[in-house]
């Protein structure tokens, strides 16, 4: 007869109870990772770089504000090289008309002074209280009679056309004064072909503004897909290529290569830890096992910074995701540390007091950067800290759950009598690698190298070549450059044009002196209602005007009665009403006023954007002071060094008081000051190694560098915990060293593929925790033990 089993003793109530918690943990965890994932779809992401700016600085705010929505982050600079230059003054006219079809674009010169009818139609009828030139010396005998003159030897011209249509209304020629105001105010290019060139001829030149910012990377994009739509309409059957720059053709491309390389590295990094894995562990589970303290971990982070902040910044979301590389860590001390003799929820219990003390030095050093100063770095503290607490939550919790209670992963690796020599404690080696340090250390200090790089534009993705092409385009073209402008700010819009009148006059003398090339700015399309009136008073009553009229006309075949139209529009500019940002709303003049003249919090807001400035310093220096408001020089890229250097001392300094509670949270976990060198002094070490090693390879330190470094203070915090633990068990710290192994493995796996990237940006994140935890581990390995026990 077949055998019968013996009937299964009956459970406990404590073991039924525990049966009954890990049932509810998996709903319970995936009842949170709905509601976190569907904060995180709700939350919006912005690269709205003010969350980076300390709240106390107004200049700073005011920078990155023309960073974000500047008149200059809208321009496109456009060249047409190649074939002949006549057929590169025809694509050069049939583009503009192109791209002035589409409602992409507030403007395409190319030296055509083309406006569409109605804009000519309100500048014809404006031209008084606008024209920059009109002055009583214009209306006397002499100014009359050289202004016909002129206009007889422009009806010889190319000009006839144009001169015709207005001649009688306009003798005076302001609307051909506005229509080189329209230009741009900045130095304009030569013509050939009645369109803009480069001084050798060898390239046609277009200058194009965009109605969304240059940040709006979606709209620029879309800007940019037109423009070669149009330029393929335009050069068709001829040879000419088109070239382009500007800040959103560079931002767009900065996006496309940063998320090529890193979508590349990222899948060429999975697919090697996951290989890792299954060669380790030789089990499928492990990988998604391994996954569910890292899905959490994000999760929860993004949640947390939503539930904050209600947003969240890009760059924030990127440097936090590197922090959490330490989250894979996790599942890999349990995987390592499972014996047949113990069940997995024993494991975790075994670990816990040390897996607790790697979460808490980590969330400490993240506390500290929590500062409402500081929206950018209070989000990459709150996202770290969420962040660890549930991939550590989900480690020691929902995995027991998820496994058998005896379950462990079959190691292909025997751990044996190997582990056993690397584990051998060696003294002197440690004592060396103490002396090296304090050595490295010590000439760091007494030769004080450059060490932090504060510009940006080191770490830009966009190749020289471009950044070269950028510049030659607006060098030719006159256009304002990206990083000088000056910022006048004041109560109302009215102070803040006459303010700009004031710093206008300035500038004129300067650029007689050839201080700078040129500038642009609203007060040359909108003067302030004070210069309008100025200028109506300057007009001459009918009579006046009548009589100097006849007396310049006489001699000249023009026929009488001709200018009549004349006479009644001056007349009526006489008593016309005074223009104002709110009259142009709607119109190119509007938008144009619009970008360079605008309202915030802190009244309205000025821009006078400059080209070929020589000596920055010396024009900022003597830049008049106005009477109510501001006038400020302001250089973007030495403001945005500040800014970044400011914002790299915050950060150390709150990391220092971090380190400082990471001390005192392992003394108490420890109990014992030589456990707490243990710990600590092996990561410390490996910083400053790291540090050197950076320095010797040619490397300045920036923001990159420092969020890389912090995570490599948590591995090797969680290293010296785990090395420096005061085990007696031969075999569990071989499987220490077997779970340090695999973890340090896949780090120097993942971020050694960064470290080859071309983008200056991943190579700084990769090259840094490469060595930072090469030389942890190593460092750790070597030293922990003999600080534990006496060093003898």
């Known amino acids: 007869m077949p055998s019968v089993p013996p009937p299964r003793p009956p459970s406990s109530p404590a073991t039924a109870g525990s049966q009954r918690y890990r049932r509810l943990i998996l709903p319970l965890w995936l009842l949170a990772a709905l509601g976190c994932g569907w904060a995180v779809l709700t939350t919006p992401v912005t690269t709205d ?18 960073l974000r929505s500047g008149p200059t982050t809208r321009l496109i600079l456009l060249g047409l090289d190649g074939d002949s230059e006549t057929a590169r003054a025809a694509v050069s006219r049939q583009l503009a008309e192109r791209l002035r079809s589409t409602a992409l674009f507030a403007r395409a010169a190319n030296g055509a002074d083309a406006l569409p009818e109605t804009e000519l139609q309100a500048l014809f009828a404006h031209r008084y209280l606008l024209s920059p030139a009109l002055s009583p010396a214009r209306f006397t005998v002499d100014g009359l009679r050289a202004a016909l003159q002129q206009r007889l030897a422009e009806l010889r011209s190319p000009l006839a056309v144009f001169q015709k249509r207005w001649l009688a209304s306009d003798p005076t020629g302001e609307l051909l004064s506005l229509l080189r105001v329209w230009q741009g105010g900045m130095h304009e290019p030569a013509k050939r072909l009645g369109v803009w060139f480069s001084p050798d001829g060898d390239r046609a030149l277009l200058l194009v503004e965009t109605r969304a910012s240059g940040y709006d990377l979606v709209a620029q994009r879309e800007a940019v897909t037109a423009i070669r739509q149009a330029f393929a309409a335009a050069s068709t059957g001829t040879g000419v290529r088109l070239t382009m720059s500007g800040p959103g053709v560079l931002a767009t491309l900065a996006e496309d290569q940063v998320r090529a390389g890193a979508e590349w590295l990222s899948a060429l990094a999975l697919a090697a830890v996951i290989s890792m894995l299954l060669l380790v562990y030789r089990s499928a589970r492990t990988v998604w096992l391994g996954a569910l303290p890292m899905l959490s971990a994000l999760l929860t982070g993004a949640a947390a910074v939503d539930l904050v902040f209600g947003k969240m910044y890009l760059i924030t979301l990127a440097f936090s995701m590197t922090l959490l590389g330490e989250t894979l860590d996790y599942p890999t001390y349990l995987f390592s540390h499972r014996r047949a003799t113990e069940t997995v929820e024993g494991t975790l219990r075994q670990l816990w007091p040390t897996l607790r003390l790697c979460v808490a030095t980590t969330a400490l050093g993240c506390l500290a950067m929590l500062d409402s100063g500081f929206p950018g770095l209070s989000q990459l503290g709150v996202f770290t800290i969420a962040g660890i607490v549930a ?13 058998p209670p005896n379950w462990a992963p079959p190691q292909p690796v025997a751990i044996g009598a190997w582990a056993d020599d690397m584990l051998r404690p060696r003294p002197r080696l440690a004592l060396v690698i103490g002396g090296c340090g304090l050595l490295v250390l010590l000439g760091l200090a007494i030769k004080a190298p450059p ?20 510049q030659e385009l607006r060098t030719a073209l006159g256009a304002p450059e ?17 303010n700009s009148e004031t710093i206008a006059a300035y500038l004129d003398r300067r650029q007689t002196d050839g201080a700078l090339a040129g500038y642009d700015g609203a007060m040359r399309y909108l003067p302030s ?3 309008q009136r100025q200028r109506q008073t300057s007009l001459p009553d009918t009579e006046f005007l009548t009589a100097n009229l006849t007396a310049a006309v006489a001699e000249l075949p023009f026929k009488p009665g001709l200018f009549a139209p004349f006479l009644n529009a001056v007349a009526a500019a006489r008593t016309a009403p005074l223009l104002r940002p709110e009259d142009l709303s709607g119109t190119l003049l509007g938008m144009r006023t619009s970008a360079l003249l605008f309202p915030g919090e802190r009244g309205w ?6 080209s070929g400035v020589r000596d920055p310093r010396a024009l900022a220096a003597g830049l008049p002071q106005v009477e109510i ?18 914002f790299r001392d915050a950060a150390l300094q709150r990391l220092g008081w971090g380190f400082a509670l990471i001390v005192a949270v392992v003394w108490i976990g420890l109990r014992s000051w030589r456990r707490v060198a243990a710990a600590l002094l092996p990561v410390l070490l490996a910083l400053v190694f790291t540090v050197a090693a950076l320095l010797a390879l040619g490397e300045r330190l920036s923001l990159f560098h420092l969020v890389s470094l912090l995570l490599v203070l948590g591995v ?14 031969p075999d569990l710290r071989r499987r220490t060293l077997h779970a340090l192994l695999v973890c340090c493995g896949s780090a120097l796996t993942v971020f050694g593929m960064l470290s080859t990237s071309a983008l200056p940006a991943l190579r700084a994140i990769g090259l840094t925790v490469t060595l930072g935890v090469a030389a942890s581990f190593i460092v750790a390995l070597v030293a922990a033990r003999p600080l534990l026990t006496r060093m003898s």
């Open 49 to 66: 770089l003010t969350l980076f700016v300390p709240r106390a600085d107004p200049v700073a705010e005011l920078l990155l504000e023309q």
């Open 391 to 403: 991939a550590v939550t989900t480690t020691r919790w929902l995995l027991p759950a998820l496994l």
């Open 451 to 470: 060490l932090w790089e504060n510009d940006l534009a080191a770490l830009s993705p966009v190749p020289r070549e471009l950044l070269r092409l950028d």
């Open 482 to 498: 990206v990083g000088h402008l000056i910022v006048v700010t004041a109560p109302d819009a009215e102070t803040a044009l006459r």
């Open 529 to 531: 209602t004070h210069a």
């Open 605 to 610: 807001t000025a821009l006078l954007p400059l």
């Open 629 to 646: 408001g501001q006038a400020r020089y302001l250089d973007l890229r030495a403001e945005t060094n500040r800014i970044v250097a400011g």
């Open 716 to 729: 090797g915090v969680d290293y010296g915990l785990f090395f420096g633990r005061p085990d007696a068990d």
